[in-house]
């Protein structure tokens, strides 16, 4: 059993020294970090025996990843200057990094799991056009009902009548006829009132919803202009992840957060 203890340990030796070789190199070559750094075979890389001998209070996981982030930086920015690179979870560990052209995200990898993939998506012209027309349904939606409303206040006798009706119980709402006109005279102002409220209410509720259409459509417009750059710069990416052999993930894939 000694043996095995013994071997156990300079196995361990032998892999920590490595990776401390590894650390010291990543500096002048941070290419490293992404080719040699982490196993992509372990589950996580808090696993490997490095990030454990490394990591106290003062150089916790996170510290860490935003060192390897920092470093990472640097090195994309010598490959091509136009792109910016940032973590894909604000505050996660392990979290995969983004890869964006002038704030537009086009790709994502995993350095402790060696895949790569295609990060665009969110807010294509299609996805976006479809939000367009939900709005346009809901403002149609909202119109109906101020016209209602409209009514209502051009004859509130009717509305009476409809809460009666649609009323499970409408002796609860108003015992007699002579009580709901009583009802209609003395809380006149007041209806008038509940009514206009309503429909401003509706009213504010379009007004954010054309709002949100002014945004989408520049969206588009953004879109348009941008798309064929990011595919440009996608393509040329993706091959640097082919050359340092990393997988390829389904778009926006959960495994490149």
């Not at 080719?35 to 696993?47: I, K, S, W």
């Not at 108003?174 to 005279?185: A, D, G, P």
Request: proline content about 3%; glycine content about 4%; charged content about 35%.
């Amino acid at each position: 059993m000694k043996d095995i203890f013994n071997n156990q340990l300079n196995n361990a030796l032998i892999h920590i020294t490595k990776k401390q070789k590894t650390i010291n190199d990543m500096y002048e070559n941070p290419e490293l970090i992404i080719t040699q750094l982490f196993d992509p075979g372990l589950h996580q890389p808090y696993y490997d025996l490095f990030m454990k001998a490394i990591k106290n209070k003062e150089t916790g996981y996170h510290s860490i990843q935003e060192e390897l982030l920092r470093l990472l930086q640097e090195y994309f920015k010598s490959l091509d200057p136009e792109v910016s690179l940032s973590k894909s979870t604000s505050s996660g560990f392990p979290s995969g990094f983004v890869v964006s052209y002038q704030g537009k995200p086009f790709i994502s990898f995993n350095v402790y799991n060696h895949i790569f993939g295609d990060f665009r998506g969110i807010g294509d012209s299609r996805s976006l056009k479809k939000e367009i027309d939900r709005n346009q349904e809901e403002i149609k939606k909202q119109l109906a009902k101020i016209a209602q409303h409209s009514q209502w206040k051009d004859n509130l006798f009717s509305l009476f009548k409809e809460d009666l009706k649609n009323s499970k119980n409408p002796l609860d709402y108003v015992r007699t006829v002579s009580v709901s006109l009583y009802y209609l005279i003395a809380k006149k102002k007041k209806i008038l009132e509940g009514i206009e409220r309503r429909i401003k209410k509706r009213e504010r509720i379009i007004e954010r919803y054309k709002e949100d259409n002014k945004r989408l459509d520049e969206n588009i417009k953004d879109y348009n202009y941008y798309s064929p750059i990011l595919q440009e710069k996608f393509d040329e990416w993706k091959q640097r992840f082919i050359d340092w052999e990393y997988q390829e993930e389904e778009k926006r894939s959960s495994k490149l957060y």
